[in-house]
């Protein structure tokens, strides 16, 4: 059964804390991995990742894939208030199979 | 712009009545999806659409109904609605879907609710 596996659930920082969040899968016929943040409404597109070890980066956020180990990890730095969302990781799958898979999400709290 | 957009926001049904989400994108996608989002299940696939014309099941099909006349509508029924249907919907579209590298663009969701 394909699969997406979010960790921590939830977690709490403060301003300034460097958090790193983290995303495994296990599906078939990889094509990609996505990252989203969601506040009251619609998930929001963050960043897609098809290659290894290479890393993406917009502003204090950045992630990282890892294909042989099957994850990948979202780091947010310098934290904000701002920053307080959930956290979606999702996996695209290949050809003839037209699905994404969402992971539960992690729960970021910032507090001030 | 508009991106994608659900109609309505908010719904409230007695179990047993039927209604039809709304979603429309204007990014000329081709491909549509819906999925529901219940606490601590993640968002789920219910149905997609790769384009025009031909839609499949995804992981909770059960209890719902798709179809895709034109590029840019995809509408959800529920035909009979049931108090597990309960359940916020989002419908999320992308340009080639999942076989190529393009992400989902989301709209802001439905939240239903079957009494």
């Known amino acids: 059964e394909d699969k997406v596996v979010q960790s921590p659930l939830s977690l709490v920082v403060h301003e300034g804390d460097t958090v790193t969040l983290n995303c495994s899968y296990e599906?078939?016929?990889?094509?990609?991995l996505l990252w989203y943040k969601q506040e009251k409404k619609a998930p929001t597109f963050l960043f897609m990742l098809t290659s290894s070890g290479i890393e993406k980066k917009s502003g204090r956020l950045s992630s990282i894939l890892d294909k042989k180990e099957l994850f990948s990890i979202l780091n947010i730095t310098a934290t904000q208030t701002g920053d307080s969302a959930v956290y979606l990781c999702a996996v695209s799958m290949g050809t003839g199979t037209y699905k994404y898979i969402f992971g539960t999400g992690t729960r970021l709290k910032v507090l001030a | 712009n508009a991106g994608v957009t659900q109609t309505p926001k908010f719904q409230v049904l007695k179990t047993g009545q039927s209604m039809t989400l709304q979603c429309a994108q204007d990014?000329?996608?081709?491909?549509m999806s819906w999925y529901r989002q219940d606490p601590g299940m993640g968002l789920r696939l219910i149905h997609y659409s790769v384009g025009a014309g031909i839609t499949d099941q995804g992981e909770v099909p059960n209890g719902y109904n798709v179809s895709r006349s034109t590029t840019e509508d995809f509408p959800l029924r529920l035909l009979s609605a049931a108090p597990s249907q309960t359940s916020v919907y989002f419908c999320?579209?992308?340009?080639?879907?999942?076989?190529?590298?393009?992400?989902?663009?989301f709209g802001n969701g439905t939240r239903l609710t079957v009494t």
């Open positions: 990014m000329n996608h081709e491909y």
């Open positions: 599906v078939t016929n990889f094509r990609s």
């Open positions: 999320a579209s992308s340009v080639r879907g999942s076989s190529y590298n393009s992400p989902l663009h």
